[in-house]
């Protein structure tokens, strides 16, 4: 494939794979229609190959590449980890469409009858959390 880069910058060279091609992303209609595509550019896509290489799971970038059109949820849990300060939970591994996640806890929705403090107590999470995804050292905005 031509959107993963190795040593020498053209195409699938051997297994020191390492960049993923964001001009050809945007000329691959699959993939430059995807949400995750409308606000990238090689800075972004080369720090999501990154984090995700530094993650134990480590996948290649061919599978890197399939997660990104299908399901982009593990991608953003490899790069923006727990561990960091991201509010998301750490991904643990995937076979197929099948993601693994730690718990992080119950659904929002069981607040629903919750009292009235507890419910603004999680609304101001819900704010911090928000401004911490729109302003980060990164400056990066993760919705």
């Known amino acids: 494939s031509d959107l ?24 691959t209609v699959q993939l430059y229609r995807q949400d995750w595509a409308q606000c990238a550019g090689q800075d972004k896509l080369d720090y999501l ?6 993650h134990p799971s480590a996948p290649l ?10 399901n982009q949820e593990p991608v953003l849990s490899m790069a923006f980890p727990p561990q960091s300060g991201w509010p998301f ?21 069981t607040f629903l009858s919750s009292p009235w403090p507890v419910r603004a107590g999680l609304a101001l999470q819900l704010l911090k ?14 919705y």
């Open 129 to 142: 959390m928000a401004t911490m995804l729109s302003k980060n050292s990164l400056a990066l905005a993760i």
């Open 4 to 27: 993963v880069q190795g040593e020498e910058l053209v195409g699938i060279t051997d297994k020191s794979l390492h960049r993923l091609d964001w001009e050809k992303i945007q000329q």
């Open 89 to 109: 939970s750490s991904y643990l591994g995937s076979c197929g469409r099948l993601a693994v996640f730690t718990y992080a806890g119950r659904s929002l929705a």
């Open 49 to 54: 190959v990154q984090k995700s290489g530094d």
């Open 61 to 70: 970038l061919p599978h890197l590449l399939t997660m990104l059109l299908h």
